[in-house]
């Protein structure tokens, strides 16, 4: 199997810089799990069963949650968060998910462990769907148990993985799959602390984001009704709401401002020049950093 | 727990220590028990409380055998009281675990809306896994003993390891018990010829489900729901019908595999249950080599005690589509497998009904034969589209879009899936030569060769760990 490999890297050499991905991921520090690697989104379970209790302790005592898509995932980062957050005393906690996950999945969290933050802040980006992922809708129907072994397979597989790829490759993510662009080598630890996503290695961005209207496109019925009932489902709890958007190429649902508006709520919206996505989809690692530093310095700005 | 995780490569490896050192004659009272153990560990690693279940099914069983062994055989009415008590305690846990909330709807769409008030909800239950298999197993057991071709067994333990053996537990083969149960006080030792063997099915069974099935699934998982759209070509919805078939076939064939390999390294032989179906010239051939023990079970336990071919030709028509629908029914509660197993059984009917269920007749004319064959394989993958469809009127498109026969070029994307039916072909082909006795059984260099491309494959073209598609049955 390694002379095979072998024979095929000395061939073509960028081949071997690419497989070496999984075998380059690190983990941050004790502090990040793995949130993703092949098969699945591990964090979907940890955080709806609370089978991380430091991960769900630092949930639980939030005074911020931060919820999205992927995009808010790859786009909040801790460094500049972090800074932001404690020079007000305040904790935070980024509650975004993979799989295009919208309001219903981070609303049975909420309401599971009956979080009552003073803030949440929604990456308006698809958000209001009154959905959930397939994915979301089967960690649902298992149990604690069922999640505490997801983790454990996943976080073995993924140790496994590391080993066995240095000797050969896995051909699929290696080369592709024709008709599945997304269907990449993708390996993501997640913080305990702060429920932030560190993707290991992350790729260097090429394609820009472009322009945004914030008030493009129009709102549909079915969007109005569903942000409506998530923004009584906060306030029933007494939780204050803000928007915000992540800049993306790819952009679902309505516009930001027209949430805002019907809401009632303010929009953080910023939008730093030359941001560039590193898949067409979501931020690299420095333009997600200079939308985090633009982020934080508007959101300065509303909580005065 | 599934044979594609780690917790049963640990699983397997604490019980194959076992093998060597404790149960080197595989008798040993410290083996059964090892092997009880860890079959209970398999099972509750679903849901725990779920033991309780199998535990049921098996200790009623396990005296209503006992309990018939002592009434005579002149005591009719009693012991088909015993026999009810049997089948209805395993059908009663299917019906409620696998239709009731089938049946519910059904009452709601025949009833209208009025009537849903008055209806219970939906159960939210998870259905245990393997209990189509394990209750089917078990009630041969008391059937068999009912009929006097088996003496029921005296201790639970060795019963309720024929019941519960890990390795053929959730999704089979169905094993008899006149097969498992007197293998259990033969010794058996260990021998390398063996243990080649097994590794040998362990290893083809993980290529057929972890780099043929897994990555099928990527692309059927993907885009099924566009082989019903009204803008799908012929070629692409005909391109996803036979990904899908080669799905089913490499992840359940797969999953035979890895439990006859298994079963056979800890010292127990298990039944063939697969036999490249898609040879198969006929509907009864096809159920000849498709799920093997299955169409064995209906065909001794249903399709024989309903009379079988014994009562007349329109009888048999009719018994041949009951037990095909009941089949169809037993994978779940949804008119599409209803109408899966209508397919198979009005197709069995008619293939009677033309003599082309044997060798004489019509069926000995070789164009006829050809022709039939052809039928056969498409009627089989119309029923897949059946099989893997949401609601009959999915299934009716998209077979629709088939029969449009439109546009069959395909893109690069549908080639590329195409490589994975590679090795299912390749398998057909080889036991096609092999029933032509053109090829041999491969030697153990051949096989040695090909089980280490097979584990390079699994290494490198792994796309994830899918459920077994039989472990929701």
Redesign the interface.
């Given at each position: 199997?390694t002379a095979?490999t072998a024979g095929v890297w000395v061939i073509r050499p960028e081949l071997g810089g690419r497989v070496k991905n999984i075998t380059r991921a690190e983990r941050p520090s004790d502090d990040y799990y793995l949130a993703h690697d092949?098969?699945?989104h591990v964090d979907h379970h940890v955080l709806y069963f609370g089978t991380d209790p430091v991960a769900l302790d630092h949930l639980k005592r939030a005074d911020v949650i931060l919820l999205g898509n992927s995009r808010l995932m790859f786009g909040a980062r801790p460094r500049v968060l972090d800074a932001f957050f404690q020079s007000r005393g305040l904790r935070y906690y980024v509650l975004g998910f993979g799989f295009r996950e919208a309001d219903r999945f981070p609303l049975a969290i909420i309401e599971k462990f009956d979080l009552r933050p003073r803030m949440v802040i929604v990456n308006a980006d698809g958000f209001f769907e009154n959905s959930l992922s397939d994915f979301a809708r089967q960690v649902m129907?298992g149990?604690a148990?069922?999640a505490w072994?997801f983790r454990?397979?996943a976080e073995?597989?993924h140790e496994?993985r590391k080993v066995?790829h240095q000797l050969?490759?896995?051909?699929?993510d290696l080369l592709g799959?024709?008709?599945?662009p997304w269907?990449r080598e993708l390996v993501i630890y997640r913080s305990r602390a702060n429920g932030t996503w560190q993707l290991s290695p992350w790729e260097v961005g090429t394609a820009p984001v472009g322009e945004r209207d914030p008030h493009q496109p129009p709102l549909g019925p079915r969007e109005i009704e569903a942000a409506r009932r998530f923004k009584a489902a906060m306030d029933g709890r007494g939780i204050r709401m803000v928007l915000t958007y992540v800049p993306t190429p790819r952009r679902l649902g309505g516009g930001p401002a027209l949430f805002a508006q019907l809401l009632q709520v303010p929009l953080v919206w910023t939008d730093p020049a030359g941001l560039l996505t590193e898949d067409g989809d979501h931020l690299d690692e420095s333009s997600a950093t200079a939308w985090s530093e633009a982020f934080v310095s508007e959101l300065g700005r509303v909580l005065q | 727990m599934n044979f594609v995780s780690w917790s049963f490569v640990a699983l397997f490896v604490l019980v194959f220590l076992a093998r060597i050192t404790v149960g080197r004659r595989k008798i040993e009272p410290a083996y059964v028990a090892v092997l009880v153990v860890a079959s209970t560990v398999f099972y509750a690693w679903h849901i725990p409380v779920y033991i309780g279940i199998l535990l049921l099914s098996s200790a009623v069983d396990y005296w209503a055998a006992l309990w018939l062994a002592r009434i005579p055989a002149t005591s009719l009415l009693q012991r088909r009281a015993v026999l009810a008590l049997s089948l209805g305690t395993n059908l009663g846990l299917l019906a409620f675990f696998k239709y009731a909330n089938f049946l519910i709807q059904a009452a709601r769409d025949v009833l209208g809306a009025s009537a849903v008030a008055a209806l219970p909800p939906e159960f939210l239950l998870a259905l245990p896994m393997g209990i189509s298999f394990y209750t089917f197993q078990s009630m041969s057991y008391t059937i068999d003993v009912y009929r006097g071709v088996l003496t029921p067994i005296r201790h639970f333990l060795p019963f309720f390891l024929f019941i519960s053996f890990f390795p053929q537990l959730v999704a089979g083969p169905i094993v008899r018990a006149v097969e498992f149960l007197p293998q259990m006080p033969r010794p058996r030792r260990l021998r390398l010829r063996v243990f080649y063997e097994g590794t040998w099915l362990i290893i083809s069974g993980f290529f057929l489900k972890m780099v043929c099935a897994d990555n099928l699934a990527v692309y059927v998982d993907e885009h099924w729901s566009r082989g019903s759209n009204a803008e799908t070509t012929s070629g692409f919805a005909l391109w996803l019908a036979l990904m899908f078939s080669g799905q089913i076939f490499a992840d359940f064939a797969g999953y035979s595999n890895i439990a006859r390999g298994t079963a056979y390294i800890l010292g127990y032989h298990l039944p063939l249950n697969f036999n490249a179906p898609y040879l198969a010239a006929s509907f009864k051939n096809f159920w000849e080599r498709w799920h093997m023990t299955l169409s064995r079970w209906l065909r001794d336990y249903l399709y024989v005690p309903l009379g079988g071919n014994r009562r007349g030709r329109v009888r048999t028509y009719i018994n041949l589509l009951l037990v095909m629908v009941l089949g169809g029914l037993w994978h779940g509660a949804a008119y599409t497998y209803l109408a899966w197993g209508a397919l198979h059984g009005g197709a069995l009917a008619l293939e009677r009904l033309l003599g082309l269920h044997r060798t004489g007749g019509w069926g000995a004319n070789a164009v006829a034969r050809v022709a039939w064959f052809v039928v056969v394989q498409m009627v089989v993958l119309t029923a897949w589209v059946f099989f893997r469809s949401r609601t009959i009127a999915e299934a009716g498109h998209f077979a629709g879009n088939i029969l449009a026969m439109d546009d069959w070029s395909l893109g690069a994307m549908e080639w590329i899936g195409l490589l994975f039916l590679l090795p299912i072909v390749g398998l057909h082909v080889f036991v096609w030569l092999r029933e032509r006795g053109l090829v041999g059984e491969p030697t153990p260099t051949v096989k040695a060769v090909l089980a280490a491309g097979m584990v390079y494959g699994i290494a490198t073209l792994y796309a994830g760990t899918a459920d077994f598609i039989y472990f929701q049955f």
């Open positions: 199997m095979v092949h098969g699945g129907k149990d148990f069922g072994q454990q397979e073995t597989g496994f066995i050969v490759p896995n051909w699929v799959r024709p008709g599945f269907r | -």
